[in-house]
């Protein structure tokens, strides 16, 4: 009882506990939402004040609760999640860190949010992101970029950097991101905590705003894997809305932690040996786990495969901001034509831009057969290799990112060196299976800082459980969790 | 891969760009599609392109009237609105 009177006196504290430790203290009756909430708002208003400028949030001096009353035996009941700004919130602005949205006030939910709602847990404080998640580092937001907590040189990478940020930096328990080349698992490596992408169509994204819909991915970002699945159990399932979400059962994630792993069958096939991997190839041979090697002869076309896809998608879903409908409008244009013209190009950011052109070209007439059907048909050969390497293994094990966190600006100037940061990630939504990138241990190569490094574990179609029994075999052996200080 | 008329495609993504966007993106544009030229080296005799990792197709659902929100809640975001409707700059000229 004086180890919790501790805890609730000294502010900002409750804020360092997980999802799973506040469900017991919820539980024990040693806790209030009211109290809980009033500590996380004094948490994020001292690293507003602090020096490290961190900016994890967008709307940091205005957050307010949403929630809804629920029994209290509700799944997440009482807990709060920061989401991403390309997530609709009903009756909040939501602009994907882009100026060409601002003043758009969704008038409805995203399924997620719904979810996260009808499970008890409290929509609290929206975060930055890439302009409409193009971008691997946080930096092309239209309110400037978020630093990465672990060292506010670094940039905490992209898209969804406000979301690992902020958890990471203790001013969130959880949040919502969203992953269509390494959007949630490329942030959590150089954020050091926790990100899943689940199977493309496991999560509705219904309320999404679209960058490229046949890879967006909908995700949970948390400080620990038990988190993780509990926050996916909620999330995760079939939505009438959304008809590419998929019909498939969702096993509760929780039953698969704990499990053994001795026997499971793990791949590796990325080209360059990190300490990283080979520490995590030694700690999961050491739990029972064989390891093999394993060839993905196409996985190298992936950063290309992409690079057409990707942007040919999103020029086409950005043709709706055209300043008819919702946020900026230039109202000085004359005519219709200048108006869609000039709304758009002072509207969006220059990654925007530059992707909009990207795709408007590959999809021409006269380059498409030559950019994006020869593209989608290599992407064809990236998928195969995927489902003949899993008849192999249980899951394939890379390195999530190809460096810890760079420094803010280092890449800016060169749009394809921040393309290929994404290289380890891009394959699972190319071929639409799940991947998860857990802490796995840390780079001193850098100098100063010791800087988190992600591991991450691709999986099969729907079989998020198994990538959740690994890193949490992986988790609990190695205890990078509580060494970054993710969990008291 | 052919000449890469930025003017072109900016008027085809109805995007403004200012001469100096135009020089700066050319550069980088011609820099990220020489990088994607690799893609040529892998042969794709016989393949099928795949748009979507799942395969769906026609997700059909009962024709159901549902509520839906209303007009008005939309029109709130229009950056001008005029009854029931968005309002733009005129289209049809006039000859009077």
Redesign the interface.
Known sequence: MKHQNSFVHDTGSLSKLTIHQLADRYANGALTCDGLLHDLSAAIRSRDRDQRQIRAYINFDSIRPIRREVPKASKLWGIPIAVKDNLCVAGEETTCGSKILK???S??HATVVEKLLNAGAVIFGRTNQDEFAFGSSCETSCYGPTRNPRDPERVPGGSSGGSAACVADHTAIAALGSDTGGSIRQPASFCGVVGMKPT??RVSRYGLIAFAS?LDQIGPITKDVRDNALFLNVIAGHD?KD??S?DVPVPDYSDFLGRSIQGMRIGIAAPVQTPILENAVKVLKSLGAKVEALSLP?IA?AV??Y??VAPAEA?SNL?RF????????D?S??????????T???G?G?EA??R???G??SL?S??YD??Y?????????I?NDFDAAFKKVDAILSPTAPSPAFKLGEKAAS??EM?LSDIYTIPAN????PALSVPGGTDHSTGGKDLPLGLQFIGKPFDEGTLYQLAYAFEQATDYHKRLGNVC | ??S?D?RH??R???????DA?IK??ET??A???S??D???A?D?EG????????S?CN?F?EDEIKPS?LLE??L?????AKGPF?E????IESHS
Request: hydrophobic residues 45%.
């Open positions: 003043g758009f006030i008038p409805y493309y169509g046949s009438p008809s590419t998929a196409h076309y290309s495969v690079y057409i020029s043709a055209d300043g008819v409908r919702f946020g900026f409008r109202k244009a004359p005519s219709l034509l200048e108006m869609y013209e000039h758009r190009g002072q969006f220059a831009k530059r909009i052109i990207l408007t070209y021409s006269g380059y030559a950019y059907l020869h593209a989608m048909k290599v992407r064809t050969k998928k749009p394809l393309y190319l071929a639409g299976v | 891969m052919g890469l930025l495609i900016a085809l993504s109805r995007l403004h760009l200012t966007e700066f993106f980088q544009v820099q990220i599609l990088f994607v690799q893609l040529k892998v794709v393949v099928e392109p795949t748009s979507h990792p799942l769906l997700v659902r929100i809640e939309f709130k975001n229009a950056p001008r968005f733009v700059p005129k289209i």
